[in-house]
């Protein structure tokens, strides 16, 4: 299931991770995650920083960036199961901007991942899952989250 957000009271601000998946963060221990695309805005150290096209971080690389205090204005952000390999092609890396896939429903940029976190402009979130379960517990949390294939 996709899901967008666009305006709600449980985040300070489009797309602060901590409070994004607040309710499914004790599922996302058994993930390598992909961020590419990215645009941010960081208040304290994280294991990121500009310049690079693409970063791979492990389960407590991702940790520290979920719930430091970091507004991500672009990018997106992909789990990958750490049983799976990796699977990614540095020529064709994961975007947004002027990406019409992105409101597609079911469309995951990385053939293996699981879970895809996209921050369009400091406007909108969406969050697309190939995990029933995990997609039930983020829409029990956040009700007000849209269906992507209704928003748009």
Do not use: C
């Not at 002027?98 to 879970?115: A, E, V, Y």
């Amino acid at each position: 299931m996709n899901w967008i957000l666009r305006k709600t009271d449980k985040l300070e601000f489009h797309t602060n991770l901590t409070e994004l998946l607040h309710p499914i963060f004790e599922d996302l221990k058994n993930f390598n995650w992909v961020l590419s695309d990215l645009d941010f805005i960081a208040h304290e150290e994280i294991p990121i920083e500009f310049g690079e096209d693409y970063y791979i971080l492990d389960e407590k690389e991702f940790e520290k960036l979920a719930k430091a205090r970091v507004q991500i204005i672009w990018g997106v952000i992909s789990a990958i199961p750490k049983s799976e390999a990796m699977e990614l092609d540095k020529n064709n890396l994961p975007y947004v901007e002027g990406n019409d896939d992105i409101w597609k429903d079911g469309n995951l940029q990385l053939p293996n991942s699981l879970i895809e976190i996209i921050a369009f402009d400091s406007s909108y979130t969406i969050i697309k899952f190939k995990n029933l379960n995990l997609s039930e517990k983020f829409k029990r949390h956040f009700d007000e989250a849209i269906e992507l294939e209704k928003y748009k």
